[in-house]
């Protein structure tokens, strides 16, 4: 059997990788227009960041963000180069009463920020 994959970025390596790795005695071939540059995924950004989805419980949510993140650190510190880095975004409340979010222990650097750690970061009080 042979199977046939359009497309040579995330999507399509993807699916060629993990049919070779789950099936490892058919032949995979990956046909594309371009493999470089041009391609939305060799310029794209992931965002981590947990969130509720409809009635799912809090610690299944948790649960799922803390695998994902995990797995996304092993690719960043991996020994297999794979071209990613990290950079850091922030998520603001401005709310004084803003609940501590139940993720909070999971995210890597969680904090509440005072007048001074804003004025610092560059963030107006009206952000
Ligand atoms: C700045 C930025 C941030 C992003 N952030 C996120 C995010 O946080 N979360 C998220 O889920 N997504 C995000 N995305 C979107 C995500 O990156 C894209 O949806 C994803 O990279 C698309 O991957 P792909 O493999 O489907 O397509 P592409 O990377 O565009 O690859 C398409 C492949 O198919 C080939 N191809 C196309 N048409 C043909 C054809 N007719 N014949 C032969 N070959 C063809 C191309 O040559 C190429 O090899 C972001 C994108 C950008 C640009």
Redesign the pocket.
Known sequence: MEVVV???????LSVAFQVTKCLPFINVTV?????GFS?????????WKPYHVGDTSPALVSRWVQVSLRHFMEVYHGEDAAGVQQITGYQLCRDPGCEVPHWHNICLSFATLNETNLRIMGIPKNF
């Open positions: 359009i497309g040579a970025r995330i999507a399509g046909v594309a227009e371009t493999f391609t939305t995924s060799f310029n794209c950004g992931g965002l």
